[in-house]
C-alpha cells in the first residue's frame, strides 16, 4: 500500500517510554503517510517517567522512522512539552530538516496556524511541578491497570474499556479544566489574528469552530496516542481529525521488520546534514 501524500501531519502526547504508549500503531500510522511537515506538538519523549530499564525496540522503532522521514525530505518540528521540558533549552535548534522549539506559526494555504503544546495553561505545572508528576506516576499506573482489565475483557468475550476516560468525565473538576484549557487557547487565538490553534497536552481530540465577540479561529487538539491514537492533517485547504486504527501484525513483521534496514546513526546524520 502507497504512502499517502499530505501537506502537514501532526501527532502530539506519544509518551514514548511508559507502558501506556501505543509504539506499534504509532509506527504503523508514520508509515502510511508522506508529510511535507510533521509537528511533533509535545510530550513525545516522555523524560519524566523515563527508565532505562523499559525502552523496548518499539518505541526505538518510532524514533528511527521519524529521522527517515527527515531524511527522506518532511520537515520534522518537535515542539517541547511538560514531559520533554528538559528539551526546552535547545528551542531554534536546526539539524537539516529537524528543528526543536517551544511554538510554531506556519502560513498554511493563506492562513495562520498557531502550534504549541500547552502545558503553559496549566496552573499545576506552574505552581506544584511535583503534584503534576505524581498525577503522571498514577495515570501510567492506570495504564497497567487497564491492561489488565482489558485482557480479562477480551477473555470474557466484551470490548475494551479506558479506566482513565470514564473517571475524566465523571469528575467536574477535569471537564472544567479542558473547558477552561480550550477556551484559554481559543481567546489568544484570536486576539492575536491566527486563524487556527493546534495544541495537545490534555489528551482530548477536537476539532471545531469557536466565535467569539471579538472573532472566530478553528481550535484543534490532536489529542494523544496512549487512549485515542488520535492525528491531526491538513491537506487541500482543510484539516482533518482521525483516529487510527491498526492494523494486526504477526510475530514475524514485529520483530523483523522488512522495511528498516540495520539502524547506523552515523549513516543517518550524514544523509540529514547533506539532504
Known amino acids: 500500500m502507497g504512502k499517502r501524500k499530505i501537506k502537514l501531519a501532526c501527532i502530539s502526547d506519544l509518551h514514548l517510554g511508559t507502558y501506556g504508549c501505543q509504539a506499534k500503531a504509532i509506527n504503523q500510522y508514520l508509515k502510511s503517510i508522506e508529510p511535507e511537515v510533521l509537528v511533533l506538538n509535545g510530550d ?39 514531559h520533554d521540558e528538559l528539551l526546552r533549552k535547545f528551542a531554534g535548534f536546526k539539524l537539516g530538516r529537524i528543528e526543536i522549539d517551544n511554538k510554531l506559526l506556519l502560513n498554511l494555504d493563506g492562513k495562520t496556524a498557531w502550534f504549541f503544546h500547552g502545558d503553559v495553561f496549566d496552573v499545576t505545572m506552574k505552581h506544584s511541578k511535583w503534584l503534576a508528576k505524581l498525577g503522571a506516576m498514577g495515570y501510567d499506573t492506570l495504564i497497567h491497570l487497564n491492561s489488565a482489565v482489558n485482557f480479562m475483557s477480551r477473555k470474557i468475550g ?68 496512549i487512549e485515542n491514537r488520535s492525528y491531526l492533517e491538513y491537506n487541500q485547504s482543510n484539516w482533518t481529525l482521525g483516529y487510527f486504527q491498526p492494523e494486526e501484525e504477526s510475530k514475524d513483521m514485529i520483530e523483523n521488520e522488512t522495511e528498516f534496514e540495520p539502524f547506523e546513526p552515523q549513516k543517518l546524520l550524514e544523509s540529514i546534514l547533506h539532504a
Not at 527508565?51 to 520537515?75: C, E, F
Open 158 to 225: 466484551k470490548g475494551p474499556v479506558s479506566l482513565s476516560k470514564k473517571i475524566k468525565s465523571g469528575v467536574k473538576k477535569a471537564i472544567q479544566f479542558m473547558d477552561d484549557f480550550e477556551q484559554t487557547a481559543i481567546d489568544l487565538a484570536i486576539d492575536k489574528g491566527y486563524d487556527y490553534v493546534v495544541c495537545g497536552h490534555i489528551h482530548q481530540p477536537q476539532k471545531r469552530l469557536a466565535t467569539t465577540a471579538n472573532g472566530q479561529t478553528l481550535y484543534l487538539n490532536s489529542g494523544d496516542w
Open 44 to 82: 513525545i519523549i516522555d523524560i519524566w517517567q523515563f527508565s532505562k530499564n523499559y525502552w523496548p525496540d518499539s518505541h526505538m522503532k518510532v524514533l528511527q522512522r521519524i529521522l527517515r522521514m527527515a531524511s527522506k525530505g518532511t520537515r520534522v518540528v518537535y515542539l517541547t512539552g511538560n
